[in-house]
């Protein structure tokens, strides 16, 4: 199961970088130029998310640890 949940991210994400340097080509683009964008995007979104991942759990720590009665924050 875990095994074809990455296969299919995989996948997702191959088609998606397909479908922008398409894009980029339309709008004449360099492939190099898109690639640098790409990796900078991905690179601030792992640090983004990180830091949105720590302000949730600290304003609603029920997220990782949830309270015996079962009530929490968020449904």
Same mark, same amino acid.
């Given at each position: 199961? /875990?095994?074809? !949940? ?7 994400? @191959? =088609?998606?970088? !397909?479908?922008?340097?398409? =894009? $980029? *080509? ?14 900078? @995007? +991905? =690179? /601030? +979104?792992?640090?983004? =998310?990180? @830091?949105?991942?720590?302000?949730? !759990?600290? +304003? ?12 929490? !924050? *968020? $449904?």
């Amino acid at each position: 199961m /875990v095994a074809g !949940t990455v296969a299919a991210g995989a996948a997702a994400q @191959g =088609t998606d970088m !397909t479908g922008d340097l398409k =894009t $980029g *080509y339309l709008l004449r683009a360099k492939p190099k130029n898109q690639f640098v964008a790409q990796l900078v @995007g +991905a =690179t /601030v +979104a792992v640090f983004l =998310t990180t @830091g949105l991942f720590v302000l949730f !759990t600290t +304003a609603a720590p029920c997220i990782l640890y949830p309270p015996d009665t079962g009530e929490c !924050t *968020y $449904g």
